[in-house]
């Protein structure tokens, strides 16, 4: 498991489109999330396409933006995570045990276990829906007085 950039933009993407689609039957559109979530264009397609592959997000016709494949409330942080990430493990060792000598002994091992398996539960549990819910990081206003001055 690796939350890297990939991750961490795809999770605002997935926001971006739970918090902008509204009323609005056009969905939100590519550009309008890169200005929002400042990120490129380009770099934005290959986040759009793991997305899209993971049956995450759907964009009916060319003409119309993004939307939610399912409702915010049925999509899970882990599901955001594996649609950039195959491996849900810490450490190489709980997937493959054989690429550790001491895989069969290691006491190590089993605090990385336990711990990959309340992570594993929190992301389970934790909905978009709620995300996008919670007031604690609210900061949708500052963002889009950012983007006037653009």
Same mark, same amino acid.
């Given at each position: 498991?690796?939350?890297?950039?990939?991750?961490?933009?795809?999770?605002?993407?997935?926001?971006?489109?739970?918090?902008?689609?509204?009323?609005?039957?056009?969905?939100?559109?590519?550009?309008?999330?890169?200005?929002?979530?400042?990120? =490129?264009?380009?770099? @934005?397609?290959?986040?759009?396409?793991?997305? $899209? !592959?993971?049956?995450?997000?759907?964009?009916?016709? &060319?003409?119309?933006?993004?939307?939610?494949?399912?409702?915010?409330?049925?999509?899970?942080?882990?599901?955001?995570?594996?649609?950039?990430?195959?491996?849900?493990?810490?450490?190489?060792?709980?997937?493959?045990? =054989?690429?550790?000598? @001491?895989?069969?002994?290691?006491?190590?091992? $089993? !605090?990385?276990?336990?711990?990959?398996?309340?992570? &594993?539960?929190?992301?389970?549990?934790?909905?978009?829906?709620?995300?996008?819910?919670?007031?604690?990081?609210?900061?949708?206003?500052?963002?889009?007085?950012?983007?006037?001055?653009?």
């Amino acid at each position: 498991m690796r939350f890297n950039t990939k991750v961490r933009y795809g999770l605002r993407v997935m926001i971006d489109i739970a918090l902008n689609n509204g009323n609005d039957c056009k969905g939100v559109f590519q550009k309008d999330i890169a200005l929002r979530q400042k990120i =490129s264009f380009k770099y @934005l397609d290959h986040i759009i396409n793991s997305l $899209k !592959v993971a049956k995450l997000i759907v964009r009916p016709s &060319l003409k119309s933006g993004y939307f939610l494949a399912r409702p915010a409330n049925e999509i899970s942080l882990l599901d955001i995570e594996r649609a950039f990430n195959a491996n849900d493990d810490l450490q190489e060792c709980l997937n493959n045990p =054989s690429s550790c000598q @001491l895989s069969s002994c290691c006491k190590a091992r $089993k !605090v990385w276990s336990n711990l990959n398996s309340k992570i &594993l539960d929190f992301m389970k549990s934790t909905m978009l829906s709620d995300i996008i819910q919670s007031e604690e990081y609210d900061c949708n206003m500052i963002v889009s007085e950012e983007n006037q001055n653009l």
